[in-house]
């Protein structure tokens, strides 16, 4: 039988492609999931849908849910018992590209020692002087609300010499390290680092003013102490009315992101603050320090407070709205804006002015 007695169909072709591992353009994407609109000419325009959902878990949930792993499972170990925040709509992760966790060290206890080219933070809830991770050597206390580095392929060892349980936020750059399969791990062998003196940097410098540059060491630990200051230091500035205000912590050897992939701020929404609608194609995960509210989606509101923690998909239409008339509501937030700032997808889009 020769081509020239056949008809030719499309569906002969893509049977034919299949066989020599090859595939029509027009085949490519045909089943993904995508937002596609029409203009008046025809001609086709599409963005993304939202990666997984927007998605709450609620501190009165966490823990009751943490005590019965201290239970279930009586040694941190190297493992971690840490609970990892699975967004609902996706096969891992809190949003497509971070894993956030909520981990408890019990007293007297320490999570061994390893590395991974995972780039990770650690923002403290319940701690103290005597909680304390050892980076790199760098013994780095967790009070509450610290936050602390393991930039990828640091050494970490996480320690709990005080009486009270250490819980704290992880926050890592998982689904994105996996989705370029460059993931990499290494257990140190013995259970702890040899720790060097306490963390002795100088003070940090916060966004507007990043200098220090060419500093030997970079800080790895953020004190709540300073970065109450430098909130306070910036509340005569405007409110922004996407976000109220915004201080970013910052690394001041780069004046840029305190991790290549992650970058972390705190928002305060002022007294019955009612954000415009915005969307941008970061995705971010939110921790509630203090106050309640709600973030208004197009899947309808999410209430969040005290110590609550919360996923928002990029290019999710979303307003943030503080509940109450008379108490700021302040949110340690990490975002992935980092990776589509440095490859030009970073986009942003917002209501006008009424
Ligand atoms: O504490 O080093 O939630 O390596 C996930 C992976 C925490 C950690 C997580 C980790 C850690
Ligand atoms: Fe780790």
Redesign the pocket.
């Known amino acids: 039988m020769s081509d020239a007695t056949v008809a030719h169909s499309l569906e002969e072709l893509e049977r034919r492609l299949g066989g020599l591992s090859l595939r029509g353009q027009w085949q490519a994407d045909a089943n993904r999931p995508q937002n596609v609109r029409k203009g008046s000419n025809g001609a086709v325009h599409i963005e993304p849908i939202p990666a997984g959902r927007a998605h709450a878990w609620r501190w009165s949930d966490i823990v009751p849910i943490l005590q019965y792993a201290c239970k279930a499972m009586p040694e941190s170990y190297t493992a ?1 018992r ?1 609970l990892i925040l699975h967004n609902p709509g996706l096969p891992r992760g809190t949003t497509h590209t971070m894993l956030s ?1 909520i ?1 408890i060290v019990k007293p007297g206890e320490i ?1 061994w020692a ?1 590395r ?1 080219t995972i780039n ?1 933070l650690r923002f403290s809830i319940q701690g103290g002087p005597k909680t304390y991770t050892i980076v790199e050597g760098r013994k780095l206390s967790m009070e509450p609300y610290d936050l602390l580095l393991t930039p990828g392929w640091t050494w ?1 060892d ?1 320690h709990n010499d005080s009486d009270h349980d250490a819980i704290w936020l ?1 926050g ?1 750059d998982v689904p994105f390290t996996l989705a370029l399969n460059q993931s990499f791990y290494d257990e140190l062998g013995e259970i702890a680092q040899q720790p060097g003196p306490a963390d002795s940097l100088g003070p940090l410098m916060f966004r507007p003013s990043p200098s220090q540059q060419g500093e030997a060491m970079r800080p790895l630990r953020y004190p709540w102490a300073e970065t109450l200051r430098a909130i306070e230091a910036r509340g005569g500035e405007p409110v922004d009315p996407l976000n109220g205000r915004m201080v970013e912590f910052i690394n001041p050897r780069t004046g840029g992101s305190v991790l290549p992939t992650l970058r972390c701020r705190v928002q305060i929404l002022p007294p019955g603050f009612e954000g415009r609608l915005q969307r941008h194609t970061s995705s971010t995960i939110l921790f509630v320090i203090s106050g309640e509210g709600s973030v208004r989606l197009d899947s309808g509101d999410i209430a969040w407070g005290k110590h609550d923690t919360f996923a928002l998909p990029n290019w999710a239409q979303h307003r943030f709205v503080n509940a109450s008339k008379r108490e700021p509501a302040v949110l340690f937030t990490m975002d992935d804006s980092p990776i589509l700032f440095a490859f030009g997808y970073y986009r942003s889009e917002c209501e006008t002015a009424p």
């Open positions: 971690r840490a966790s981990q999570a390893h991974h990770a970490h996480h992880d890592l």
